[in-house]
């Protein structure tokens, strides 16, 4: 069965600190990735997507996932962190051929001034 | 890309009564999705629905339960019947940008209390 792992429920950096957020996944074919972003009382923004093709995908505000196929992987990073990128991540797998996408549980994110 | 409205953002219900949540999509799309958040948790797909037809229930969930409309193609409701606390969670929209994966749009989501 398909299924998406985030490790890590909070991670606490300080601003202008670099981030990873990981996330796992369990896939039998080659997986749609996504990274979104939920804001307070916000729904979710697409942060970047890898379907195929270079393997470091870049995003919006500065964010960038790297798809390591041997691991499993869908890591994302940033190089240096901003106060306003405090809020909860998401992982996600879109299942081919069936439109869903399979979540993972989140990482919330505090950044320290 | 697509604005999706999500009507209401917020709601306090007393158990045993429904809620009916609006979205509202300003393009025409295929399919419409529901989403449910439970406080602290991810997101679990509700049901997948397609203009003109019946909507297609997740394992766990049932129709009797999360009856949804889609009368056209920029729009889509789903009710929350007979509300227990267990359903206070946020209930988020969302449709596919279209041909497989590209991206999924979310509604701001309607955060719903039960008391």
């Known amino acids: 069965a398909q299924s998406v792992t985030q490790p890590d429920i909070h991670i606490t950096v300080s601003e202008g600190a670099s981030l990873e957020l990981r996330c796992n996944y369990s896939?039998?074919?080659?997986?749609?990735l996504f990274w979104y972003v939920q804001s307070p009382g916000q729904g979710l923004q697409l942060l970047l997507k890898y379907f195929s093709g270079d393997t470091l995908v870049q995003g919006i505000k500065g964010f960038e996932a790297e798809f390591k196929r041997s691991q499993s992987s869908f890591n994302l990073r940033k190089p240096s962190v901003h106060w306003s990128d405090a809020a909860e991540y998401f992982c996600?797998?879109?299942?081919?051929?069936?439109?869903?996408?399979?979540f993972g549980t989140g990482t919330r994110l505090k950044v320290l001034a | 890309s697509a604005v999706i409205s999500q009507k209401p953002s917020r709601d306090i219900c007393q158990r045993g009564t429904s809620l009916t949540i609006q979205c509202q999509v300003d393009s025409q799309v295929t399919m419409m999705f529901w989403y449910r958040q439970q406080p602290g948790q991810s997101l679990t797909l509700i049901a997948t629905a397609n203009q003109g037809s019946e909507a297609t229930y997740e394992s766990g969930f049932v129709i009797d339960k999360f009856p949804i409309s889609r009368p056209n193609l920029t729009f889509s409701t789903l009710t929350v019947s007979n509300m227990s606390p267990e359903d206070s969670s946020i209930y988020l929209c969302?449709?596919?940008?279209?041909?497989?994966?590209?991206?999924?749009?979310f509604g701001q989501g309607t955060r719903l209390t039960v008391v």
């Open positions: 896939y039998g074919a080659t997986p749609y």
């Open positions: 969302s449709v596919d940008s279209g041909g497989g994966h590209t991206e999924a749009f």
């Open positions: 996600a797998v879109g299942t081919s051929g069936t439109y869903k996408y399979i």
